[in-house]
Each structure stands twice: as C-alpha cells, then as structure tokens.
Antibody, heavy 120, light 111 residues
Framework: QVQLQESGPGLVKPPQTLSLTCTVS??????????WSWIRQPAGKGLEWIGR???????NYNPSLQSRVTISVDTSKNQFFLKLSSVTAADTALYYC????????????WGQGTLVTVSS | QSALTQPPSTSGSPGQSVTISCTGT?????????VSWYQQHPGKAPKLMIY???QRPSGVPDRFSGSKSGNTASLTVSGLQAEDEADYYC???????????FGGGTKLTVL
C-alpha cells in the first residue's frame, strides 16, 4: 500500500520561500507510470493543482504559479519536494502531495495534508 | 474561480439518489476521458471515487457511478447513506501543459 506523508514548516513569513517534503513509502518514486504532484486547498475552498514531477525528473507547473514553483525529487530518499517562492497570505493553504497514475488519469494516493500559514 | 463548474451544494434523503454535475470545456472534460471524482470528509484528504469517467477503484461501493456527455460529467450516488455526506470534487485532465483542472466542489448533505 503506497503512503505519502507531507512535512515542513507550518508558518512561513512573507516574502520567504515555502519548502515542503513528501515522503513516499510502500512504493518507489522511480516506478512508473506515475507523476508525483503537489495540490493545495485554501481553507473552505477548492483544490488547486500546483505542479508535478515524473519518474524521469521532468516537471510541469500550474501556469498561474509557474514563476514561483520548483518541484524536485530525491530518489535515494524516496522523497519529492515543493518550493514556492515570494509567498503571500494568499498562499496560506492545506498542501497535499499525491500520486497521479497515467494509466488511470487520476490522483490515486494522497498524503494527509499539511497546513502552511503565511504570516509575518 | 475554478476551471470546472460544480453546484455548490446538493442534498438527498437516505435511500434516494443524487447527481452532481461538472461542466468544463472541449479542452478538458469534453476532450479527454480522464474525468475523476474525489470524496472529501471534513479534515480528511480527498479519496478517489471514480476515474476515467466511469471506473470505480477497488473498495468503492457500486452506489457511486460516473458518466459524461459532451463537456459535462456527472457523479451519481444511489441509495444515499449517512456516510456519503461529504464534499465532492471533479477533476479532468486538460492536456500536457495545463495538466489537470478541478471543480470548485459540491457539498452533499444527507437529510
């Protein structure tokens, strides 16, 4: 059973960089055909896809966030990462990591989410 | 504003059926058969309920079914049960650049 777990600071000051880690267990970030994604959800609002990285390290980002987002992977630790720069209060949200299966065209496994608050 | 349009709320009594719509465009819902639905209970992560428009993952009751017509996808929950009360989100693959878009979510209340 694949499990994902987000970790990182719960409070970030503007305009610093938000950094989160997703640790994958029960499966490998190098196994395919999957994409590893970050998704966020502001309180009381809907889901927003942030970006993805595939098993080869190729990335795609939400065009609305592209200039501030970097997603990377450490295969030796079976982890992938999110960096979001120049954060503002609008980036306050619950951040999820999730696995996208290319065979199913869906996010089949999700982490429990981690709340990040942007405040000075 | 979400890319896919869902009604904010819907409700039904136990045993009844409800249908939640998800309207997009020919660039997402209408262009691909990669529509999925997620159930989210308060304080919990989303759970995959339907993928590829009509497919159910193992363990999801067959009371949940999906369909699509043109640019609109739908999720039907039959034989409503109390535990079905949750928020439901649709999503669609939208091409290699945009990748995936979500709906704004629908709160299902079981009366």
């Amino acid at each position: 059973q694949v499990q994902l777990q987000e970790s990182g600071p719960g409070l970030v000051k503007p305009p610093q960089t938000l950094s989160l880690t997703c640790t994958v267990s029960g499966g490998s970030v190098t196994s395919g055909p999957y994409y590893w994604s970050w998704i966020r959800q502001p309180a009381g609002k809907g889901l927003e896809w942030i970006g993805r990285i595939n098993t080869s390290g190729s990335t795609n980002y939400n065009p609305s966030l592209q200039s501030r987002v970097t997603i990377s992977v450490d295969t030796s630790k079976n982890q992938f990462f999110l960096k979001l720069s120049s954060v503002t209060a609008a980036d306050t949200a619950l951040y999820y990591c999730a696995r996208w299966g290319t065979n199913t065209g869906s996010f089949d496994y999700w982490g429990q989410g981690t709340l990040v608050t942007v405040s000075s | 504003q979400s890319a896919l349009t869902q009604p904010p709320s819907t409700s039904g009594s136990p045993g009844q059926s409800v249908t939640i719509s998800c309207t997009g465009t020919s660039s997402d819902v209408g262009g691909y058969n990669y529509v999925s639905w997620y159930q989210q209970h308060p304080g919990k992560a989303p759970k995959l309920m339907i993928y590829e428009v009509i497919q159910r993952p193992s363990g999801v009751p067959d009371r949940f079914s999906g369909s699509k017509s043109g640019n609109t996808a739908s999720l039907t929950v039959s034989g409503l049960q109390a535990e079905d009360e949750a928020d439901y989100y649709c999503s669609s693959y939208a091409g290699s650049s945009t990748f995936v878009v979500f709906g704004g979510g629908t709160k299902l209340t079981v009366l």
